[in-house]
T-cell receptor, first 117, second 118 residues
């Protein structure tokens, strides 16, 4: 079945450091890829997405490029802020031919990012 | 404002006492779903609904029931809660079940419901 593997946390960085959170996936067909963020005490928010190979999703200074050849969707940010401290989830959604629609997101286990001033 | 609203946000209950977690969305979305989040496991889908009166099991449906009598509401029912159902629960909705390809549909999540079963 489908699966998403993201780097183990926690990740601790100083403000203005460069961030990379690795994410690789296993899925047949052509999944869409997502990064969700969960700030402390809050629900999940969509951070960015990419729906086809070589697409780059970007939002709030974060970027991720859909690499089909390496089945990866790594999250990057050039200069993190304290306010970026959160849990980040990589996820995929794939057309299921048996059901005729994408019916769920498959999530990675999440990576806790802490940014210190 | 587009919202997915869950209630209660926090609940401590006892084993075997039936409870319902409500979920409501104001975006006229067809697709709704429930997930649970557990440490080290990420989020796993419990049930989903493609439209009114259309529901199906996700990856971890055991011990849960759902209903979709109205488009805006999708309650999660625990008939006889057990301690292994202690978790953080998220309701989600989307315009349709097609979240991939070029559809551009986004899944919106509620703020979560912390449930503890003792």
């Amino acid at each position: 079945g489908d699966s998403v593997t993201q780097m183990e946390g926690p990740v601790t960085l100083s403000e203005e450091a460069f961030l990379t959170i690795n994410c690789t996936y296993t899925a047949t067909g052509y999944p869409s890829l997502f990064w969700y963020v969960q700030y402390p005490g809050e629900g999940l928010q969509l951070l960015l997405k990419a729906t086809k190979a070589d697409d780059k999703g970007s939002n709030k200074g974060f970027e991720a490029t859909y690499r089909k050849e390496t089945t990866s969707f790594h999250l990057e940010k050039g200069s993190v802020q304290v306010s970026d401290s959160a849990v980040y989830f990589c996820a995929l959604s794939r057309l299921d031919p048996m059901r005729g629609s994408n019916y769920k997101l498959t999530f990675g286990k999440g990576t806790l990012l802490t940014v210190n001033p | 404002e587009a919202q997915v609203t869950q209630n209660p946000r926090y609940l401590i209950t006892v084993t075997g006492k039936k409870l319902t977690v409500t979920c409501s969305q104001n975006m006229n979305h067809e697709y709704m779903s429930w997930y649970r989040q557990d440490p080290g496991l990420g989020l796993r889908q419990i049930y989903y609904s493609m439209n009114v009166e259309v529901t199906d099991k996700g990856d971890v449906p055991e011990g849960y029931k759902v209903s979709r009598k109205e488009k805006r509401n999708f309650p999660l029912i625990l008939e006889s809660p057990s301690p292994n159902q202690t978790s953080l629960y998220f309701c989600a909705s989307s315009l349709s079940g097609r979240t991939g390809g070029y559809s551009g549909n986004t899944i919106y999540f509620g703020e979560g419901s912390w449930l503890t079963v003792v």
